[in-house]
T-cell receptor, first 113, second 110 residues
Framework: ETGVTQTPRHLVMGMTNKKSLKCEQH?????MYWYKQSAKKPLELMFVYNFKEQTENNSVPSRFSPECPNSSHLFLHLHTLQPEDSALYLC????????????FGPGTRLTVL | EDKVVQSPLSLVVHEGDTVTLNCSYE??????LLWYKQEKKAPTFLFML????IEKKSGRLSSILDKKELFSILNITATQTGDSAIYLC??????????FGAGTTVTVRA
């Protein structure tokens, strides 16, 4: 148990679907992150939330929409995705807004048909 | 733009061998360098390095940072099949963001 959970673990969706990825951390952290890991590419930071406020948006297309209702939960809303968006989406959390010692969730394997 | 380069991209060794993984970086306002082990899905934290020349050890794993030459190495001694994984290097810059390298895939054969 990593202390960071993600659901679903696997998701297959069509380009016209709307779905959401959920992340929950049980570590008392106050910063949460979304990363994208594509095949043979480095982990890419997508969004950062510190104390529920979005502090980073790394030029992510608007078809990805994050939501952080509280410091323990983070969502990634997906709509009209493209096949190239198929990847592993990892959530992470850390203490005090620092990236040091981020704890990662197990990830959601997303396939866009 | 921050840059993290890991080498080699992959390697295959036999149990008992020692492996050395390299990570070089270019980053604005360096704050720390981190090593992660990724098996199957979630990366797990191994080390955080902030000072040059101070070795961090955890069992058979050790790591050291050279801030002058802008690189770090991760050593694994007496490798076991359970060490097979992708090892990720990440650097934290002045903007508090992590930049990851592409990773080194280590395969340990029995």
């Amino acid at each position: 148990e990593t202390g960071v959970t993600q659901t679903p673990r696997h998701l297959v969706m069509g380009m016209t679907n709307k779905k959401s990825l959920k992340c929950e951390q049980h570590l008392g952290h106050n910063a949460m992150y979304w990363y994208k890991q594509s095949a043979k590419k480095p982990l890419e930071l997508m969004f950062v939330y510190n104390f529920k406020e979005q502090t980073e948006n790394n030029s992510v297309p608007s078809r990805f929409s994050p939501e952080c209702p509280n410091s323990s939960h983070l969502f990634l809303h997906l709509h009209t995705l493209q096949p190239e968006d198929s990847a592993l989406y990892l959530c992470a959390s850390s203490q005090e807004g620092s990236v040091n010692e981020q704890f990662f969730g197990p990830g959601t394997r997303l396939t866009v048909l | 733009e921050d840059k993290v380069v890991q080498s080699p991209l992959s390697l295959v060794v036999h149990e008992g061998d020692t492996v050395t993984l390299n990570c070089s970086y270019e980053v604005t306002n360096f704050r720390s360098l981190l090593w992660y082990k990724q098996e199957k899905k979630a990366p797990t934290f191994l080390f955080m390095l902030t000072s040059s020349g101070i070795e961090k050890k955890s069992g058979r794993l050790s790591s050291i940072l050279d801030k002058k030459e802008l690189f770090s190495i991760l050593n694994i001694t007496a490798t076991q099949t359970g060490d097979s994984a992708i090892y990720l290097c990440a650097v934290e810059g002045g903007d508090y963001k992590l930049s990851f390298g592409a990773g080194t895939t280590v395969t340990v054969r029995a």
